[in-house]
């Protein structure tokens, strides 16, 4: 069974800096691309930022430049660094896994930006 873990969300100042983190319970090689989503209230959940299994990354256009995912391999943890946040960047932010046809997601983490 795939397990996500995930970490960092907050409060913050707009203009703060966060960093989400995403551990899962296997190697990340297991996965064809783990990244980011968010979710608003009763809003479909969306893509912020993937990193492929090659390393590859893809970002929202309206992330690119305030947001960068990077990952530790020996950790098995994938991270969404966020700069310059804005209060419409409060949301919940869920931790994506693909596997295949297969998909994980984590429990979610609140970030708060006020202004």
């Known amino acids: 069974q795939v397990q996500l873990e995930e970490s960092g969300g907050g409060l913050v100042q707009a203009g703060g800096s966060l960093r989400l983190s995403c551990t899962v319970s296997?190697?990340?090689?297991?996965?064809?691309?783990m990244g980011w989503h968010r979710q608003a209230p009763g809003k479909q959940r969306e893509l912020v930022a993937a990193?492929?299994?090659?390393?590859?990354?893809n970002y929202a256009d309206s992330r690119k430049g305030r947001f960068t995912i990077s990952r530790d391999i020996a950790k098995k943890t994938v991270y969404l660094q966020m700069n310059s946040l804005k209060p419409e960047d409060t949301v919940v932010y869920y931790c994506?896994?693909?596997?295949?046809?297969?998909?994980?997601w984590g429990q979610g983490t609140q970030v708060t930006v006020s202004s």
């Open positions: 990193i492929t299994n090659g390393g590859g990354t």
């Open positions: 994506h896994a693909a596997m295949r046809s297969t998909n994980y």
């Open positions: 296997r190697s990340i090689f297991n996965f064809d691309a």
